[in-house]
């Protein structure tokens, strides 16, 4: 048997839908459900939070070593190029990052 409904009814072109799941949720059992939580607490316990590490920059090693008076520009290029090999440091960019750090408030040690 072919059953027909009437064009451009939407009730009639679109099919019944079919349950597929149980309707009612069943509860968990008291047991179950403290087992559940004491999985999920020590799971929460063990968890370990790993998030960006913060990586050190050119830039923030210039900074660092410009604090310590003892060195000048020249042996803060040094150890630039000895931590970052590719980097393209010079005393000039050195002393250019001098001068921001004072422009912003920063009391940056004078190198001769």
């Known amino acids: 048997m072919v059953e ?3 064009i451009g009814v939407r009730a ?3 099919p019944e839908a079919e349950v597929t799941e149980n309707p009612e949720p069943s509860a968990p059992d ?8 004491q999985n999920v607490d020590k799971k929460i316990a063990a968890a370990t939070v790993h ?11 210039v900074q660092e070593l410009l604090m310590d008076p003892d060195l000048g520009y020249l042996a803060i290029v040094d150890r630039v190029v000895a931590e ?4 393209k440091t010079s005393t ?3 002393a ?10 920063v009391e940056v040690p004078r190198r001769r």
């Open 30 to 37: 008291a047991d179950d459900a403290a087992e559940h939580e």
């Open 84 to 87: 970052f090999p590719e980097a």
């Open 51 to 61: 998030g960006p590490e913060l990586r050190r920059t050119i830039g923030s090693l």
């Open 4 to 6: 027909c409904g009437v």
């Open 96 to 105: 250019s990052v001098a001068a921001v750090l004072r422009k912003e408030g």
């Open 92 to 94: 000039r960019s050195v």
């Open 12 to 14: 009639a072109d679109t």
